[in-house]
């Protein structure tokens, strides 16, 4: 049996410290009770004397979490720091005291002004102040990770010697290289007498984007705790993320002799929650929860996928409550991507007719960032109405603007495969290119409805245009058209009624 890493979750108080992000009591209730579907063992809540809505929320979430999580509150080595995390969670059935003091040279000298020895003498200090409380207390050794080794085992020693029941080991600053982190701990594993009789957490900035590398090689050197955040949000460059830590665990867990009891399939959940609620948003390539964290959207890759998910998954999303991989189409899909989705439509095409839709895919996918079904659907429609063609557009050119007169050059081809190209000019664009357009076909009929709508989302989408004629008898024809520019649907739309009343012409004729 590998060891058992407990998940010290820290969103509702580093999380909260990111700027901006910061959390009313209800709001972090709710985030609580998420962090508790996820079964995190500590939670903490705040820092009872900053305010008294920290403090009321610390007690809140003391009473919710009942037999379920140990909630936290944080001090300085402040004596009336710790009486107010104290009193805070006096009703806390697995109440903890996190409290701590600055250990490297640059918090000495230049935060604490203090010597190393008022140091050693206030760590043991706060440790046993607060044990006057609860048995549980925490010590922090902040900026461990600039620290003097051996200093750091002083300090270390003292506060276990007075009664601290878990050492954290901060690399505050995100500073260390991710073996050195581990080196760190190692030594403190050799070196401090009775260390293995409390538990070891590791508390790890991302001012290096490397929080999360740091935590593990914790873990791999001794450390049972780590200390981490939903969506890694924290101070500055933000802290360990949980859904990233948890799962690095879940991946190589003999490797580090480590599990957690973590229920992953919240983490989608949760990400969301969180975001929602501090109005940070998650970064699209975030590992585990960023919207791109399962989507591929290049051909190669999604051939992969489609063949089997873990040519390019280490994770199945449904594990992390992310649902399904997704496959993107772009520009850079190739035709398996493209045949695949076309399948989920309900669409079989193989052979030569895939390859003509996978161009009109690609020269539609050269203009967009992604393709839709609703994209898909409408290509495979404009290629049905082109395939009965009498005219086909070959191109449209309008030129307009404010002092101008809207002129329109249109070219068709017809069935004997020649190109006629008319021009002509009218009270707009539209206008314009209609009349260009009958220069050319010569049918008599009434515009009589015109309407445009967007097929898919974006600047780039799809403008699906749909045209009523009515041709001298009564009758009406419909006629549509799709392209993300919109005097171009609209041709042909226009077009493609003319063809219908034209084929129904020729139909009557033959009878
Ligand atoms: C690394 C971390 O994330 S630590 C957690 C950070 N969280 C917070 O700061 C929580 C919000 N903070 C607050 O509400 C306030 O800063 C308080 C209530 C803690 C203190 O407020 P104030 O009394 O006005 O002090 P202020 O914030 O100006 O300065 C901090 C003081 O605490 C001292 N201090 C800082 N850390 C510690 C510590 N761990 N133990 C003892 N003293 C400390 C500083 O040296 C400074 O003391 P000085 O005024 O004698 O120089
Ligand atoms: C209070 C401590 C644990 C902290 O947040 C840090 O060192 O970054």
Redesign the pocket.
Known sequence: MTRKIDIFDTTLR?GE?SPGASMNTEEKLVVARQLLRMKVDVIEAG?P???PGDFESVRRIAELAGDDATVVG?T???EKDIDRAAEALKYAKRPRIHT???VSPSHLHD??RITEDQCLERAEHCVRYAKKYMNDVQFYA?DAGRSDYDFLVKVIQRVVDAGATVVNIPD?TGYSLPAEFGRRIAYLMENVRGIENVTVSVHCHNDLGMATALALEGVKNGATQIECTINGLG?RAGNTALEEVVMGIRMHGEELNAHTDINTREFAKASRLVSSITGMSVQANKAIVGANAFAHSSGIHQDGVLKKRDTYEIIDPADVGAGQSQIVLTARSGHAALKHRLEELGYEFEGDALDKVYEDFLNLADKKKEVYDEDLESLIHERDRQVSAIFQLEGVQISCGTDMIPTATVTLRNQADQVVTACDFGTGPIDAMYKAVNKIVQVENDLTEFSVQSVTRGIDALGEVTIRVTAPDGEVYTGRGADNDIVVSSARAYVNALNRLLNDKREHQQK
């Open positions: 580093d410290q820092f004397i900053s305010s944080l300085r080595a402040v701590g003091l600055g935060k604490l902040e505050t101070e």
